[in-house]
C-alpha cells in the first residue's frame, strides 16, 4: 500500500488538469494532499469508513496509519476526476471494491495504468 502512496505522490506531481490541491497533516507523518473542494470532499467520510473497517480487520494496530494513507492516495485519484470518482465511491461498499472499481489500478511494476471509468 505505501508503494500505492509512493506512486500516486509522484504521479500527481507531474501536473495535468487535476483541479488545485493543498496539503494537510497526516497521522502517519507523510503529507496528505486533499482536493480543494468539490465532489471529493463529501467522499472522504465514506472513504475513512470503509478503509478504518478494512483495516481494523487486517491490521488493528495500525488503524489510524492505513487510513490516513490511504484514504490521502484515493483523495488524489478523486482530484482527477472528481465527479465520476466521488459518485463511484458513494456506491462502493469496501474498501477493495473501491480500490478495482473507482481507482487507477496498479500493474505489476506499481505504476498506474488506465482508470477503469475511460
Do not use: F
Amino acid at each position: 500500500m505505501k508503494l500505492a502512496v509512493a506512486v500516486a505522490l509522484v504521479l500527481c506531481s507531474c501536473g495535468g488538469n487535476a483541479p488545485p490541491v493543498a496539503p494537510a497533516a497526516s497521522t502517519s507523518g507523510a503529507p496528505e494532499v486533499q482536493p480543494a473542494g468539490g465532489a471529493c470532499d463529501g467522499a472522504r467520510g465514506k472513504v475513512e469508513q470503509l478503509y478504518r473497517a478494512a483495516a481494523h480487520d487486517q491490521e488493528p494496530a495500525r488503524v489510524t496509519e492505513l487510513v490516513a494513507d490511504n484514504t490521502a492516495m484515493v483523495m488524489r485519484d478523486c482530484a482527477t476526476a472528481p465527479g465520476k470518482i466521488a459518485a463511484c465511491i458513494a456506491a462502493a461498499r469496501t474498501a477493495g471494491e473501491l480500490e478495482t472499481r473507482c481507482l487507477v489500478p496498479l500493474d505489476d511494476e506499481g505504476t498506474e495504468g488506465e482508470h477503469p471509468s475511460r
